[in-house]
């Protein structure tokens, strides 16, 4: 059954869990969730990483109990600014499988356009 609250799926909990509602999830294969960027605060660039590699873990089908790491990084893009108060939709898909080691493709757009992207290495499972 779909849940649409990511602290069913995610270990984390504010300050930093970076997405507020999961609109689309279909385990193993990607998962879309949305992130309001607080008004009037600074937001730095780097945590939408984060939020890709959450959303990540929530497509990647991560069980109660289960631990995640972010284990790699590459082809990262980001802008120079988040603006305060900003509405980004988060989206990842999983690329390859390999062991308890997952590939994603994540994007964050705001109103539609691409302002972050990255392919993610996340290590899920018991111990991680």
Do not use: C, N, W
Not at 44 to 52: D, F, G, I, T
């Amino acid at each position: 059954m779909f849940d649409p609250d990511p602290t069913a799926y995610l270990p984390h909990r504010p300050p930093f869990l970076f997405v507020d509602r999961l609109l689309a999830l279909e385990a193993g294969v990607a998962a879309t969730g949305v992130f309001a960027v607080a008004a009037g605060g600074y937001f730095p660039p780097l945590l939408l990483v984060e939020a890709m590699a959450q959303v990540g873990g929530m497509a990647a089908g991560q069980q109660q109990g289960e631990g995640g790491v972010l284990a790699a990084l590459a082809q990262v893009e980001l802008p120079a600014e988040v603006a305060s108060g900003a509405v980004l939709t988060v989206r990842s898909r999983i690329v390859k499988t390999f062991g308890r080691l997952i590939q994603v493709q994540g994007e964050v757009r705001k109103e539609g356009e691409v302002i972050a992207s990255a392919t993610i290495t996340l290590a899920i499972g018991r111990g991680a």
